[in-house]
């Protein structure tokens, strides 16, 4: 009777142990929808809002989606008929572009403040609305970006796209904003891929998270990449959620140690 008794509580405690555990695993939550850009509908690398679309995006002016090695050698289909490419090494330029660190597949948006002929008016940009917020709660925005330049030349004026530029990326969270530091690239360049988070409290269930890029100078298409956006409940349960489940389990431990003595 008391082996039952036992074995009674410590299906009780381990139960108790696995909800506490959920409860911590919920302030986790992922709160976006494709943040690596791996599902997509259209061409596999293009021009977002033209010839592919990024599930779960949208976006204003000027904005790419390469998968791996595209971004240097067959470059995304554009709208204006030709093919956008980014300098690397396989186009001439030995800057060590390379695919993003979360999945391969990125996105670039052109952070030239005058985007001739874009999709939409500029500058250019790429959001999404994020649903199911705690108002009051904060949320942490991480994800990789970097600068890199538009290879070729002007098709009008004949200018190449070699001066140095700059670029970084505004973070909009509702009416809030946070920006990237400015990344400095040399002509043809890339500046390496970085990682930067920040935080932001939610003022209702819905807000819309957009990335929006500026750089310069205009006409020597400075392009801001971005992959890997993930956004998480930026605190954590209270202490005494997680010391609830160390106690629990280790009641369970005692009790599973008596049942082993008992047998």
Known sequence: MLNKQLSRKLAVITLSAMSLSSVAAGA????IQNGDFS???GTASGEL???VDATGWTYTGFNL???PGSADTTGAPNHFGDSTKLWGPNDGSNNGLTTSPASGNFVALDADSQVPGAVGPGPSS???VLSGLTPGQDYTVSFYYAGAQQEGADPVSGVPYDEA???SLQVNWGLTFRSTPILNNEGKGFTGWKQASFTFTANRADETLKFLATGGPIGQPPMALLDGVTVTAASVPEAPVYIGAVAALGLGAVLRAKLTKKN
């Open 49 to 51: 809002g033209y010839n």
């Open 165 to 167: 530029t700059s670029t």
């Open 126 to 128: 790429i959001s999404q």
């Open 39 to 41: 599902t997509y509908t």
């Open 65 to 67: 989606l390469y998968t």
């Open 28 to 31: 986790r939550a992922a709160y």
